[in-house]
């Protein structure tokens, strides 16, 4: 154990000294096409974690565990023609990983892949559309940026059924008069060989906007003080027949249904170069007791599956530069209940953790460190038992 967090704390100061050593992060320019305002640009954002739990991997689950991934490595072109067109293609190779949420494995996972792939038609700001893959319209959370957010990460509980990403069609646009954004998306959902029927999965969003308006298509986790934000949102997701609550013989078709409340406060302090951060949002998804089948369906069951919970958090941004960058101490609470987890029924988890990020140019260069404390109600097997988790992260964005 004592050489494991020796390992995690050279790596977490290696990350502090490499981020005050550097000087400014550099985007790369777009490249113009033609006279017509059309432009091509490219960016280049990655995520390396260093994460230590105290807890092993294989069917006794004992001892300690070091591992050393990609959360994120991403390169992401962007384009724009003449006009109000465009479009965006995101790769991204995240590499081996051991540590996931809740588990530790012995074989490491890797995945390269396509993670967005739409078009874009902005035709006013009351009325776009954007089709392909994309982000599911739902969640706030999910809707943050994911290289933006407030604490090491978005919450690991806050998705639904197809986690954070689908194939469809948003029409979307921003309503001024009342400083608001409403969201409408039909999506592919559940469809395939193993669903009962090849639905579609219908999601709807709405925000309001007290204080400065949120238009961006997505979210921010923080502003750093740069706009003062008061945002509530509901949204609603929705798929007819999704899964069987026996999908070996095939029977007892279930609709899935999902509903989120949340809000987003951020006001600035010292002239803008400080700041205090609130969020929180509850969610709850119902496959209606397809869990409680013989054989039920995997997606109605697990992390992303039936359950209900909340999240806070919370943020201080320190106005007095340290080096060539700002301190933000964040703390996250997360309380939730699962229909079925690691084969235990109504499984409840508590998950609280805090930290600190050193923000360099914003977001571009970020090294953060968080701890964490993930407990089960009910510890039955070894997936079950409660843990703790060290996470040391290096941001870099161009």
């Known amino acids: 154990m004592k050489g494991a967090k020796e390992k995690l704390l050279l790596f977490a100061l290696i990350l502090v000294s490499f981020v005050l050593a550097a000087g400014n992060v550099y985007a790369f320019p777009p490249i113009v096409m033609g006279n017509e305002g059309a432009f091509i640009k490219l960016d280049y954002q990655g995520q390396l974690y260093g994460v230590w739990r105290n807890m092993g991997s294989g069917s006794s689950g004992q001892g300690d565990s070091t591992d050393l991934f990609f959360r994120r490595n991403r390169l992401s072109v962007w384009a724009h023609g ?60 999910n809707l943050e940026d994911c290289f933006e957010p407030l604490t090491l990460d978005r919450s690991l509980f806050i998705y639904a059924l197809k986690h954070s990403r689908d194939t469809g069609v948003v029409f979307w646009g921003n309503l001024p008069a009342i400083k608001s954004q409403y969201k409408v998306e039909v999506s592919k959902g559940n469809s395939g060989n193993n669903s009962p029927q090849s639905n579609f999965m219908y999601t709807a969003r709405f925000h309001v906007s007290l204080l400065d308006p949120e238009y961006a298509y997505g979210y921010k986790g923080t502003y750093l003080g740069k706009k003062k934000v008061l945002t509530v949102g509901v949204a609603g997701q929705f798929e007819p027949n999704a899964v069987y609550s026996d999908s070996v013989a095939q029977t007892g078709a279930k609709t899935y249904y999902a509903y989120t409340v949340d809000a987003f406060m951020e006001y600035p302090l010292a002239n803008g170069t400080s700041a205090v951060t609130l969020s929180g949002a509850y969610l709850k998804e119902s496959f209606n007791n397809a869990y409680q089948g013989n054989n039920p369906d995997g997606v109605s069951i697990g992390q992303d599956g039936a359950k209900n919970g909340w999240y806070v958090k919370a943020a201080y941004l320190l106005p007095k530069r340290i080096g060539p960058g700002q301190v933000q101490p964040f703390v996250r609470y997360e309380k939730w209940k699962f229909a079925d987890l690691f084969d235990v029924f109504d499984q409840r988890l508590n998950w609280i953790g805090a930290g600190v990020n050193y923000l360099i140019d914003g977001q571009s260069l970020r090294v953060t460190l968080q701890y964490s404390r993930t407990d089960f109600d009910k510890e039955i097997n070894p997936q079950s038992k409660s843990f703790d988790t060290v996470t040391a992260m290096l941001q870099y964005r161009f």
């Open 82 to 141: 003449a006009g109000n067109y465009g479009a965006i293609l995101q790769i991204e190779y995240v590499g081996q990983r051991n540590i996931d949420d809740l588990t530790v494995s012995d074989v490491p996972g890797s995945d390269f892949h396509v993670l967005d792939a739409y078009f874009m038609a902005d035709f006013s700001n009351e009325f776009r559309l954007y089709a392909g893959k994309q982000k599911i319209q739902f969640t706030r959370e």
